[in-house]
């Protein structure tokens, strides 16, 4: 279960972004701030770890030499008071040497999102992180729904404009993804856990 979000909105980005970085949140947990407040969530069950695991996997035999993969790398989405932690982040890794005094990145660097639903934060994933990456312009954002209702879901989107995503693939885990280029592969899904 998450921690109710704090403070309320009303604070300023600048002060929500400092409070972010100074205070010493519980070790392991992810701390975001969303729509303009801060969230604390439990460190991910196994299941969760293991899907990042996978997916990270999947995506880096055919990456560039210049891109990384990152889990827990944070993106900054200032349009959306927002300052995300991805379960899984591809981008260049000039990025990170640019920036490499900060504690998170500029989201419209980030050629890939991913996201694994908890319940804690399945609503989150599936709406405000949804209209935050496409307000950033990020290419394309997986979201891997274990909690969806009936049967796990997965959503593949891409071509963001108008602060929209259109849906590029949709179906169920045991399912090949059709993640297109630069990655050009099947994600294979038919290992995913189901909770």
Request: net charge negative; with cysteine.
């Amino acid at each position: 279960m998450s921690a109710p979000p704090y403070p309320p909105a009303s604070d300023s980005w600048e002060g929500l972004v400092r409070l972010w970085e100074e205070t010493d949140w519980p070790e392991g947990c992810k701390v975001e701030i969303v729509e303009g407040s801060i969230r604390v969530t439990p460190p991910a069950m196994n299941h969760h770890a293991y899907i990042a695991s996978r997916i990270q996997s999947a995506l880096h035999p055919d990456l560039p030499e210049e891109w990384g993969i990152h889990q827990r790398q944070s993106v900054l989405v200032p349009a959306c008071r927002a300052l995300l932690t991805p379960d899984v982040l591809v981008l260049p890794s000039s990025v990170l040497v640019e920036f490499g005094t900060e504690h998170y990145v500029p989201a419209t660097h980030a050629a890939l999102v991913a996201e694994i639903t908890s319940p804690s934060t399945a609503a989150q994933d599936r709406i405000e992180k949804l209209f935050a990456y496409a307000r950033a312009g990020i290419p394309l954002y997986l979201l891997i729904d274990p909690h969806a209702t009936g049967s796990p879901t997965i959503h593949l989107y891409g071509e963001p404009g108008d602060d929209k995503y259109r849906v590029l693939w949709a179906g169920t885990f045991g399912e090949a993804v059709p993640v297109p280029a630069p990655f050009d592969l099947a994600l294979d899904t038919s290992a995913f856990p189901r909770p």
